[in-house]
């Protein structure tokens, strides 16, 4: 798998985008679902890449600037045709060692609470990511869980 920033001019990017889009629309309420569209993810401060191989887009995974040396992960989707193959470890390592060496301390995320996110809530938690309190400007909602990594600690 080859991982490089987006070419938001590539409109296999925005199908996939759209893709995720669609599969989060009916987890929760519109104000509890946070995922950034394709003219968000091109916003001052956010950085896109995406994974491909043999030509087809496989993966994405962002990080958008919040305060100080503190970045949160947006947009981590694996195409479903290979969950299962490394595709999000390849993606989240790649995005976890750019931030630490721009210097940034602390990636975040948001991801749901609910039964469907369990699957990225414990990759998470392999990856070291912990239980945290709303960050950023999110507010305490029963259908999202929030999760930190120090990257200072290894």
Known sequence: MQISRADFADPRLAAFLQAHLDDMEPTAPPESRHALDLAALQGHGVRLWVGTEGGDLVGTAALAALEGRHEELK???????????????????????????????????????MAFFEPARRFYARAGFVVCPPFGAYADDPLSTFMTLDLRRG
């Open 75 to 113: 947009s981590m989707r694996t195409a479903p045709q290979v969950r299962g193959r490394g595709v999000a470890t390849r993606m989240l390592d790649h995005v976890l060692a750019d931030a630490r060496s721009r210097g940034v301390e602390r990636v975040s995320l948001e991801t749901g609470s």
